[in-house]
């Protein structure tokens, strides 16, 4: 038997004081969940996931004099959430596709952060290219395999769920990646998936495109990872950040609300 | 003559808000026959089948003739009033707070002489015209009026107590996105509600009958998902005090059967917003419009439920969507129960299909969603409780009536 931590004197602990301390910071990436908060409008006669919602079992009252708690529902998707690869029917087949089977080590990954905030201020329907992703890799070098692909577009900033959905007759008008940039990531660049801060991580017109919901179908598809509704992504430096997105465990599920925690070391 | 009652001006801070009262309760067996005939909106009294003598009040046996085959029959509400008394003082708590109170002994057209809560215009000698009404505290009596309507009537403070005139109130309109939503909301504005607040649920699903709504005068439209707690909640510590008449329209139609679409997540919907909806609005602001039930002359007086005709019978087109209209009927009559204690009314109106998109493959006659509110208005102004609207609602109570297991079985078809 070796001991590990003979082994690796330090690894953990030098984290461990890195955060309590040594500067590196914790950055929440997570939208509170509320019972105003909307899940994705899907037309009405298909089947529609639950909101969040909360009843109370007691708060120190006759139902239960010492305990404050609730109940809680919701559907997999809502909020700040974790799409895995079995939400999709493209990705119905692959192996460890569940929050209960994937290893939990791709729950901790680092993050490429695209600013495409300017962009999306101007247009609603913004798709993030291959130009731009590779317009980032010569400022801050190439996207690492296994890492998140991250689009900020100041999109959560929106606290008004009219507009944050932003729907009209033609559906919802949200930026998401382009068409061509969804195969690209993956077989260019081996990224773990895709996050954005949009209800969903696909652009809120995807349907209409030449393969509807890209990043859903070839993502999930190729056994990659959804991480919508992010938000607080300004504070998050373009590359190095490290993101911690366990789903719950729930069996053979599609997805869960995750609390995404963000590593980030002091900028040298 | 009766006097034209003013608007209310606005609550002084300062004064204590009255307590409800009741009038005297406890009415016998036959006597709620009275409230089955008032609940409907009938003048019906008890006529023997034997010597055709009409009864009042309501008896085992008749007066007559001792026969105890007594029906229930529409018979002519004329008489002419024989004595008419102003009560200025009472020890009834109800009275008290009332007085004074008029009360008259009619003689009936078809025979009995009753004794009436009389309206302020009637003249001893004179014809007057007989109505079975629910008093506050959910009883039938019987009121008089004069035989031709007279200016202010409705105005007249005494027959304001039986009736829910939304003249001068506040209203609630729980969902403001359907078109029954946009019908109600003329229907009240033209009934003279002094103001209608209309709930918008997801406020990113635009409804263009909202929109239409939103045009009105004297409309306020709020935030409000009778799905969410905290929603309701908040709206109720907004506005709560100030609903005088509660409209809960909430509906949510998806056709199919049980184990024809066997979906929880349909049926749970469906519950959600019909059942649970309704114990949500009902705990946030039943108390304080049960506390409001006699706060001035336009203080709370009713809780309008519409629902389906298929909450009496399963259409099973509609299974899970009639069980939950039933499921929410039935709670409709705890709420009554628990709102009496406040001469809070509950009134329950049952449609048949609407004119409206989840209707779409539903065979006509289907309702006009503008006539259908405006007879749900009507019948509540009269002071109706249970209101259908169109044949096929109506055929359903009485087929129910009748005979449950044979419209059970041919409502499918």
Known sequence: MTNPEKNNPGLLSSLLGGITGGGIQVVDLTMTLDQKSPTIVLPPELGQSWPFRMEEISRYDHRGPAIYWNNISCGEHTGTHFDAPIHWISGKDLPNNATDTIPPEMFIAQACVIDCSADAAEDPDYLLTIEQVEAWEEKHGRVPPRSWLLMRTDWSLKSNPVDYLNLDAAGAHTPGPHEDLVPWLIDERDVIGFGGEAVGTDAGQAQHFNLPYPCHHLMHGRGRFGLPALTNLDKLPPSGSLLITPPLKIRQGSGSPVRVLALVEPQA | ?413
Request: proline share 6%.
């Open chain 2, 1 to 413: 003559m009766t006097r034209k009652l003013s608007p209310p001006k606005r609550k002084n801070p300062i004064k204590r808000t009255r307590l409800p009262t009741m009038p005297p309760g406890n009415r016998s067996r036959e006597a709620h026959g009275l409230t089955a005939m008032a609940a409907s909106g009938r003048f019906a009294l008890q006529t023997c089948e034997e010597c055709e003598a009409v009864q009042y009040p309501p008896r085992q046996i008749c007066s007559n003739c001792l026969s105890d085959a007594l029906e229930w029959r529409d018979v002519s509400d004329g008489g002419t009033l024989l004595a008419e008394t102003t009560l200025l003082h009472s020890n009834d708590l109800f009275f008290r707070d009332r007085l004074p109170w008029r009360l008259g002994i009619v003689v009936a057209d078809v025979g009995p002489s009753i004794v009436v809560h009389l309206a302020e215009d009637c003249v001893q000698g004179e014809r007057v015209r007989m109505s079975l009404d629910i008093d506050r505290a959910g009883h039938a009596i019987v009121t008089a009026r004069t035989e031709k309507p007279s200016t202010n009537e409705e105005d007249d403070l005494q027959l304001r107590e039986m009736k829910f005139n939304p003249k001068d109130r506040r209203v609630l309109i729980v969902d403001g996105k359907t078109e029954l939503g946009l019908g109600l909301a003329k229907a009240f504005a033209d009934a003279g509600a002094r103001k209608i607040f209309v709930g918008e649920a997801q406020p990113w699903r635009v409804s263009p009958h909202l929109e239409e709504i939103r045009k009105m005068e004297n409309v306020n439209i709020m935030p409000l998902d009778v799905t969410d707690s905290d929603s309701v909640e908040e709206l109720a510590a907004m506005i709560g005090d100030k609903v005088e008449i509660m409209v809960n329209n909430s509906y949510h139609l998806r056709s199919g059967g049980l184990i024809d679409r066997f979906d929880l997540n349909v049926a749970h919907d469906e519950m959600e917003i019909h059942y649970h909806g309704l114990i949500r609005l009902a705990g946030e602001f039943g108390p304080v419009m049960r506390a409001r039930g006699s706060d001035g002359h336009h203080g709370s007086v009713a809780w309008l439920n519409v629902f389906s005709a298929y909450a009496w019978v399963n259409n099973p087109a509609l299974g899970t969507y009639s069980a939950s209209q039933a499921a929410a009927l039935s709670l409709s009559h705890c709420l009554r129960a628990e709102l009496a204690e406040g001469g809070v009314r509950v009134v329950n109106a049952f449609i048949g299909p609407i004119e409206d998109e989840w209707n779409q493959l539903a065979p006509p006659p289907k309702l006009v969603p503008e006539a259908t509110a405006t007879r749900i208005v009507g019948a509540l102004k009269k002071g109706i409780e249970d209101i259908p609207i169109g044949a096929v609602a109506e055929e359903i109570i009485q087929r129910m009536v009748e005979n449950p297991k044979e419209i059970e079985r041919a409502i499918k078809s």
